[in-house]
């Protein structure tokens, strides 16, 4: 059999090999074998040594393009994931504690006013090795409030004669009621700015914005337009005739 011929099985016998085999024992075997069938060794032979050879560099490239079996493998424990600090838009704004599961034990976490996604909270000898464990903090929109690093978001609804006309304006915020003033003829969208209402100053950070997103209503009459419209329905030209 010429050695362009060989296959798998064909190279594992020429080997001597009757079970798994790895990368090691694969070399033992070829150097038993190519040195048994060395021409110039007693019983050897040119064209057997050849296809030794070939035997075992088809073996060879198989071997390398097979993973290593599981058992030879060293399993490594995948890390476990870190548990998120998740707050509301208020709970930024304001601090207090929050209540964290880690691994299988339910911690009370103080977090700071002021603090930002991204940010992280340092419990100390709360991970599993006995050090120190940091979570990362996660602010999740709540209560009608958003958050984008320091600024907070929120839609605030005015009547569609406001957006036409301009005037003042009320908006009732985290911070309490906070008025402004509008432009005649504002287009969609309007959004306001309100300094200084965002996430408190935390460390190098300044204190965050409020901005408001104005959406336009249907407009509801005023308490003066609402009394001539029931004095209208009462009042109907027959009955002031009479």
């Given at each position: ?6 296959t ?5 016998l ?7 085999v790895g ?9 038993a ?7 110039d ?9 050849r296809?030794?050879i ?5 073996l ?8 290593a079996p ?8 995948p890390?476990a ?16 504690d929050?209540?964290v ?14 603090v ?8 100390k ?5 006995g050090?120190?464990l ?12 958003s958050v ?7 839609t ?9 006309d301009?005037?003042r304006?009320?908006?009732?915020t ?9 432009a005649p ?11 200084g209402?965002?996430?408190p100053?935390?460390g ?31 009042w ?7």
């Open positions: 059999m010429c050695a362009d011929a060989l798998f099985e064909n190279a594992r020429l080997l001597g090999l009757t079970g798994p990368s090691d024992g694969l070399t033992a075997a070829f150097r074998a190519v040195k048994a069938a060395r021409p060794a007693p019983g050897g032979d040119a064209e057997r040594f296809r030794v070939a035997a075992y560099r088809l060879q490239a198989q071997t390398l393009a097979l993973p599981a058992h030879a493998r060293p399993f490594v424990q890390p994931p870190v548990p998120l600090l998740t707050l509301t838009p208020k709970q930024a704004l304001n601090g207090g929050v209540r599961a880690v691994g299988a034990r339910t911690l009370r976490v103080h977090a700071p006013s002021g930002r996604s991204g940010d992280k909270i340092r419990l000898r709360a991970a599993p090795n050090g120190d940091l979570l990362p903090v996660l602010i999740r929109p709540a209560d009608g409030l984008l690093g320091g600024d907070l978001f929120m605030w609804t005015v009547p569609q004669r406001m957006m036409d301009g005037g304006i009320e908006i009732t985290h911070a309490g009621p906070r008025s402004s003033w509008l003829d504002m287009v969609e969208p309007v959004r306001l700015r309100l300094k209402l965002g996430l100053a935390r190098s950070r300044p204190a965050g914005d409020l901005f408001v997103k104005l959406e336009a209503s249907a407009d509801l009459p005023s308490a003066a337009e609402d009394l001539l419209l029931r004095f209208t329905r009462v109907t030209p027959e009955r002031l005739a009479a």
